[in-house]
Each structure stands twice: as C-alpha cells, then as structure tokens.
C-alpha cells in the first residue's frame, strides 16, 4: 500500500510542472518584461514536466501504447495548427492587406492623400488635444501612418499637459493641429457630430510641403458666378482651391486692362454678357506669354470670345446638349447630360467609368490648328442617347435631323500651344541688295514669287527650327537667333452649373474643376488625382404620402398577402 501511495504522490507531484509554466507564461505576457522571476518558473515548470514524462514512461512503457502514439500525433498536429497560427499572425503584423468593401471606399485613403503622404519631404506629426481618442479618427491617422515612417500622431490632453496646449494656442478640446518643423496649422475641430476629415487633413499636408504661392483669378464684371455663398453661386469651388493651396482673387479686366503677371490661372465662370474687345485682347495677351485660361461657358450666352477661340480651333455651339441615358437611372433630366466617356487626359487620368453631369451645357466643335494640340475631356453617349437640340422653346425635345447633331458630343476640351518668344533677332545675311524675307516657319521653305531666289552660298545666321507642326501667328521678319519655348494651355467647358454650391460636391464634378485648374496651373508638384471623398449621405426623405403608403403597405397589404396565401394553401389541402 505505502508503494502505491508513493506512485500516485510522484503522479500528482508531476503535475506541477505545467502548473509552473503556465505561472511563468502569465507573469511574462501580463508585466510585459521577461526578467528572472517568470524565467525561473518556466525552466523549473520545463524541468519538472521532463522529469515526469521520463518517470511515466520508465514505470509504464506507454511510449509503445497504441493510445499514446494517437495521443502524440494529435499533440504534434495541434501545435502544428498553433505555429501555422502564430506564422500568419506575424506576417500580418509586418505586411497589411485590407479590403475596403464600402462604395465611397471610406476606410481606404484617396489616390491624393497616398501620393502626397508618401513622397514626404520632412516628419510631420498630427497633435490631437482631446481626452476620447475616436476609434474612427485614430483608423484614418493609422491609414496615413502606415502609408509612410515620416507621418506621425499623438494624442494630448490639454489638462495633463498644459505647457503643450498653450504652445499650440489650444482653445478648447478636440482642436487637431498639423506641426511640420516649426509650422503648427490648425487642421479642425472634431467634436461627436463632426469627425476628422481626409479632406482637410490632406489640403494642411499640402500647404506645409508646398511652399509656393499659385495665384488664381476669377473674371467679373459680365455676370460671371458668384464667389461668396449664395443662389447659383462657386463659393464651394472657391474654397476647393483654397484647401490645395491656391490663392483666389476677383479680375475686372475693365479696371486694369491687363491680366496680373502673378495669375496662374484666370477662370471665366459662366459670363451672362459680353466682353469688351479690350478685355478679349487681355485675354488673347495673356494666353500669348504663356498664360493659361479656364473658361466655362453657358448655352443661351454670348462673351463675344469667337476671336479668341478662333484661334485654338473652338467653337461654341448654339444648341443644347440632351442627354436621355441618364433620366431613368438616376433621375437627372434630359437637359443635363450625363458623362461616363472621359478622354485620356492628366485631369481625367483617374476617372475610370465616374459619373459626372452637366445641367444645361452646349456642345463644343473643335477643328484642327496649326500648333495647337486638342484633347476631348468630356464626351456624351451615343446617339439615340444624346444629341445638340436647335429647338431651345420646345416642352418635348425630339431630335431634328434637319437641325439637330447626333451624338457623341464634346462638353469639354483641354488644349495646349507651345510657341517660341523671340529674346533677339539679327537680320538674315545675304550678298544680294535686298534681303530675303523669310516669311514661313515650316522646316522646308517654298520660295515666293515676290522672293528672288536665294544663293547658293552659305547663310551666316542658321535657322532655328520650330516644332514640327507650325504656329498660326506669324513669324516674325528677323530670323530669332535663340527661342525660348514657352506653352500655353486652354480649358473649354460648355456649362458651369456642374460647379455651382450644392451640384460640385457630387459625383465627380469638383473633380473635373479642380483637376483642370491644377493642370492649367502647370504645378507639376501637385498630384492630380480624385480628391478625399466624404461619406455619402444615405437618409431617404419621404413625402407625408410616401410615408402613409410605406405604412399601409408594411402594416396591412403584406399581413394580408400572407394570410390570403395561408387560406390557400389550407384550402387545396382540405
């Protein structure tokens, strides 16, 4: 009896050794330091578990036990499982791979933010003085943070460190600051109704890394569209400018006769009345010495720009742009044409397949120009999709083959004109009395029959060579001896009610305004790509009638449905 107790002692004893271990696993995992105390109870707990497994098999030989066998592969195939566990734990530790489900993809950063976080000049760090850390302002920073190593945030709380906030000027709780170098900006102010936004986050990243000033200015005087808040007003496209850095002033070319030589770009946004000749002609100046011009013209108005245009190939048409694809899917009229066909452009590189829509636009016509380069930004369905209507009185629109233009039709054109300023001119030697005149910038000359025919010696002054496609300006008399190439771009858009407060928020319309302002800025820093999206809202608002119905239906039609159906079947059955 005294042998058996010993045996089971010595049993029970053994079972201290996994009791050990796990004492030692939980001081370690908990205090998060492996110092000497959980190391000692995981050797002795290790040494004892030994121990008693050697012991065991000494006094019973269940190595050799068809149930210890079993029992050991299901031991090795459990901590199989555990390792292959821990290895993908691991690998998802170091490499992040996350699925963004959402439609407006809300968990995922925009292609802007990405471009910009990742090419970080210098650190920044994002200051939050809150007490509650919002799990979903804290997942947007984890985006940013995981994008690049010269990100970085901290939350404060302005209590426990005073110093700080009144470093920062902090004035209440929830104020987030973005601090590069020396340069703290106030980003905004979250608070329970209002999270931190992608859009705002981004733009401060931008006027930190961006040093430069770009001016843009807004024609007015002509019943152009309002830049303050108001019916019909651009505020919200004005203050899109603002958040990427740009500086945004009104132009009467009336006042001072001449375009700024700090604009950037000039922006003509939907003029009721015409332009004076001298205004046409600032115009025409500033596109000469490489200025670059937006201009957003409405169907039913005249700016008397045909000259200007003229010379790029570009003509505005009188009819209206109807589209009838849309007016079914998204409920958008046939005056308001909507587009999915985007040209291979830098301002519409990302747009894929996007929706965007014009409410009331005419159609551009564009013809080929000497110098000139042209491409189609905006382009409509097919007919009998879409067609240009003549008849602008008419309730029913139908379309006239007599008067009216089958689709596809042009809402907008980007163009570019690289043209050669003359910094000095030495006249063409030549033996004769007279000079030759050069009147032709083509690479091949044809003599004139007002010309004498040349030498065949040697001229002393070499051609300079143009572009292979020539200019439609002439040349002037003196061949330049040097050039500098200089290019001036052109954007027509046949509507600005796509960018009125209330329409530029949708879809991809602040998009397609803000993406040709930044290519006509020639800013070649700033990524042109689809801006921060903000979360759709998906309240329906329901009529008192569609309400009522809602409830008749859900209440009584359906409960009546089913029971009419139960009667049935109980009556087949009978």
């Known amino acids: 009896m005294k042998i058996v107790a010993k045996k089971k002692l010595w049993k029970y004893l053994f079972w201290l050794g996994p009791f050990l271990i796990a004492i030692g696993l939980t001081v370690g995992l908990v205090s998060e330091q492996w110092g000497l105390i959980p190391l000692i109870f995981l050797i002795a707990g290790i040494v004892i578990s030994g121990l ?10 269940w190595w050799k036990r068809r149930s210890t066998q079993a029992g050991t592969n299901a031991l090795v195939a459990t901590l199989a499982v555990l390792a292959i566990l821990g290895l993908i734990n691991f690998l998802g530790t170091r490499y992040h791979l996350r699925a963004d489900l959402t439609e407006a993809q809300l968990f995922t950063l925009a292609p802007q933010s990405l471009e910009l976080v990742r090419a970080l000049p210098q650190p920044v760090k994002v200051w939050v003085f809150d007490i ?69 986050l981004t733009s401060r990243l931008q006027q930190l890394t961006n040093s430069t000033i770009t001016k843009v200015y807004l024609l007015q005087g002509h019943g ?61 100046e500033y596109l000469n010495r490489g200025g670059n011009l937006l201009l957003m013209i409405d169907p039913n108005t005249d700016p008397k720009l045909n000259s200007l245009l003229q010379e790029w190939g570009v003509r505005l048409d009188n009819r209206l742009a109807v589209d009838i694809s849309g007016e079914s ?111 032709k910038t083509s690479p091949t000359p044809s003599p004139s029959p007002k010309t004498p025919q040349a030498l065949p010696l040697p001229s002393p002054t070499t051609q300079s060579k143009t572009s292979p496609t020539p200019s439609t300006s002439p040349a002037p008399s003196a061949t330049p001896s040097s050039q500098t190439a200089t290019e001036s771009r052109l954007v027509v858009l046949g509507n600005s009610n796509f960018a009125t ?11 397609v305004f803000l993406n040709s302002v930044t290519w006509l800025s020639q800013q070649n820093q700033q990524p042109l790509s689809i801006r921060p999206k903000e979360p759709k809202n998906r309240r329906i608002t329901l009529t008192t009638t569609q309400a009522n119905l809602l409830i008749l239906s859900s209440l009584l039609v359906l409960p009546l449905i089913g029971l009419a159906a139960a009667v049935i079947i109980w009556w087949k059955r009978r």
């Open 329 to 439: 899917v998204v409920g958008l009229g046939p005056a308001a044409p909507l587009v999915t066909e985007y040209g291979q452009h830098p301002i519409t590189k990302d747009f894929d397949k996007g929706n965007s829509f014009y409410p009331v636009a005419r159609p551009l016509e564009i013809t080929s120009v000497p110098g000139v380069e042209a491409t189609p930004l905006l382009r409509t369905k097919p007919y009998p999709n879409s067609w240009a209507e003549s008849d602008l009185q008419s309730e029913k629109l139908e379309f006239n083959a007599d008067k009216d233009l089958k689709g596809p039709l042009t809402l907008g054109v980007a163009l570019t004109r690289k043209q050669a300023t003359k910094s000095a001119s030495t006249p063409q030697a030549s033996p004769l009395p007279s000079p030759t005149t050069q009147s």
């Open 52 to 61: 008693g497994i050697i012991w065991q098999s000494y006094q019973t030989n």
């Open 501 to 511: 407060d209330g329409l530029f928020q949708q879809q991809l319309n602040g998009d």
């Open 132 to 200: 509650n850390q919002n799990p979903q302002d804290r997942e947007l920073l984890e985006n940013y943070k995981r994008q690049s190593s010269k990100f970085k945030y901290e939350y404060i709380d302005p209590q426990a460190r005073p110093g700080l906030a009144e470093k920062f000027g902090v004035k209440d709780y929830g104020e987030v600051y973005l601090e590069s170098g020396d340069k703290p900006q106030l980003v905004q102010t979250v608070n329970e109704n209002e999270r931190l936004s992608e859009v705002r």
């Open 224 to 284: 152009e569209r309002q830049l303050s808040a108001g019916k019909g007003a651009i505020s919200q496209a004005v203050q899109g400018l603002g958040d990427k850095n740009y500086t945004t002033s009104p132009l009467n070319l009336a006042e001072t006769s001449k375009v700024p030589q700090d604009a950037a770009v000039v922006i003509v946004a939907g003029p009721k009345r015409g332009l004076f000749e001298g205004e046409v002609k600032a115009l025409q």
